[in-house]
């Protein structure tokens, strides 16, 4: 018998579950439990999906279904980049997050302390990173618009992963 099944009242509920799809998150939302809890170690920034399935869990029916979540507020942010939505969004979600940064929780860490070193490449690390750059250059251009949106984002984020591995690593 699944334990999660049971006619149980739990006493509370946390949930770190980011997909409103998993067989898990479904079980979480069935839970009859007296106070809810999600804590999240990802910015929500992430995808829109995430947030929506963390706060069916915690506050089932805040931001509607999915279907309505992601017409109002999903599509309009992601896509569009629409400011209006983004703001609609944050005001229904503000009294329920508590946004802590590592200097808030961890006064005792020094602060984060980065340094450049600039680093040439050899002749032959160059020439490698240079067609590399250039090929890529070539293969985006080619895309087009027939990639425009989300395809062509994360077409640009693998180009320069790559390169940045070649840099690192040629």
């Known amino acids: 018998m699944n334990w999660l099944n049971t006619s149980a009242r739990w006493p509370s509920l946390r949930s770190s579950s980011s997909s409103s799809s998993s067989r898990r998150s479904f079980d979480e939302v069935s839970l009859d439990a007296g106070f809810r809890l999600a ?27 999915w279907e309505q979540f992601r017409e109002r507020f999903a599509t309009p942010i992601e ?10 969004l944050a005001r229904v979600l503000r009294p329920f997050l508590l946004r ?19 680093i040439a490449l050899s002749a032959e690390e160059q020439a490698m990173y240079d067609d590399a750059r250039l090929a890529a250059v070539a293969a985006l251009t080619r895309r087009g618009d027939e990639a425009a949106g989300e395809p062509q984002r994360f077409a640009i984020l693998a180009a320069l992963t790559r390169l940045r591995l070649l840099a690192c690593h040629p």
């Open 39 to 65: 804590l999240s170690g990802t910015p929500l920034e992430n995808h829109l999906g995430e947030l929506w399935s963390l706060y069916a869990i915690v506050c089932p029916g805040l931001l509607g279904s």
């Open 79 to 88: 896509r569009g980049k629409d400011p209006d939505a983004r703001a609609a």
């Open 100 to 118: 802590r940064t590592k200097a808030e929780v961890a006064r005792e860490l020094p602060p984060r302390i980065e340094v450049a070193v600039p």
